[in-house]
């Protein structure tokens, strides 16, 4: 059964950092773009950042580029996105997604999903 697990939410003040990670089983990355989406409360679904099965490929929103970075390593079967500088506009569910195909940084591109992890900036 394919399956992603979010983890590494939490509680942190402005100006912290916090590493996601997100943990595919039943299934292995190497093929698949794998993006980090988050959604808070009243808002849609954005797509935050994405890396594609191909070296060089990355995609920032503006609102985290140079704060955030993705990356994955096919051999544990792992996806991260490293989060610095957090604001407290960064609070949000955040989820990673799969998809075994190249694609834009849009949620209704992916096809599997994680359940979330929280991330609150808070002081």
């Known amino acids: 059964q394919l399956q992603l697990v979010e983890s590494g939410g939490g509680l942190v003040q402005p100006g912290g950092s916090l590493r996601l990670s997100c943990a595919a089983s039943?299934?292995?990355?190497?093929?698949?773009?794998i993006g980090w989406f988050r959604q808070a409360p009243g808002t849609e679904r954005e797509g935050i950042s994405c890396?594609?099965?191909?070296?060089?490929?990355?995609m920032y929103a503006d609102s985290v580029k140079g704060r955030f970075t993705i990356s994955r390593d096919n051999a544990k079967n792992m996806v991260y996105l490293q989060m610095n500088n957090l604001k407290p506009e960064d609070t949000a569910v955040y989820y990673c997604?799969?998809?075994?195909?190249?694609?834009?940084?849009?949620?209704?591109?992916?096809?599997?999903w994680g359940q979330g992890t929280q991330v609150t900036v808070s002081s």
């Open positions: 039943g299934f292995r990355l190497d093929y698949y773009d």
């Open positions: 997604a799969a998809v075994p195909l190249q694609v834009i940084c849009a949620p209704n591109e992916y096809e599997y």
């Open positions: 890396i594609g099965s191909k070296p060089g490929r990355t």
